[in-house]
């Protein structure tokens, strides 16, 4: 029983809607059957078991009456419980709704916003490790030349790049520049984006940056 208490209890606090379901066996049970109002018959409840409110969906009537829940499940699968098999438990509905508000919801965009922040400075991270490399051979005053035997002053710089260690370096004379494409980007700043979007996320939740391991961190 503590156990099924427990996911109820993890089920309001983290979704604020909680349904669990109702298993009907009358030799399984001490109850006694009864019959609805519109005379269908139900048998005595056996044992009740928590579904995941994350993956239920209501069917509701022109009047908002809920006629139908369902259960969905990996592969495109889906089950079907009667209204009085299922018990739906809820925190914070709103008028209108058939369901408890989710404490994320008000925060959802700026969850994803963030999200996307996150991603982009990951790739800027990525970019800045392993950066484009721009040779420029020659000035306008002695451009780049071709040798006796054919071969490019290009070709040769960029055949000692290829074969650069990752940790090495390379000294050129004043007719080469090396130019990192993209490091420039460094100078970016997405600090005060996410600091943006993670107190709007704390202030929507009525929470702080301390309430999530940020120390010294609070909403503005």
Known sequence: MQVILDEIAYSLISLHNCYFVKVRKESASSGKARTTFDGKKLSPVAAIFVLPAEAMVQKIDDSLNVYLYRQYMPRNKYRNFEVENIEHIFFNRRPGFTMGTPPLEPVK??????????????????K????IMHVKVGTERMPAQILRDGTREVDIATEYLSKMEEDGGITTNERVEIKAIG??????????????????????????GIDFGEGGSTTK
């Open 109 to 126: 965009d700026d969850i994803l916003a963030l999200r996307r922040i996150e991603e982009c400075v990951e790739k800027l991270i990525y």
């Open 128 to 131: 800045n490790l392993f950066p």
């Open 183 to 208: 490091a420039e980007s460094l100078a970016l700043r997405v600090e005060s984006y996410l600091t943006y979007f993670k107190n709007r996320v704390y202030a929507g939740l009525g929470m702080s």
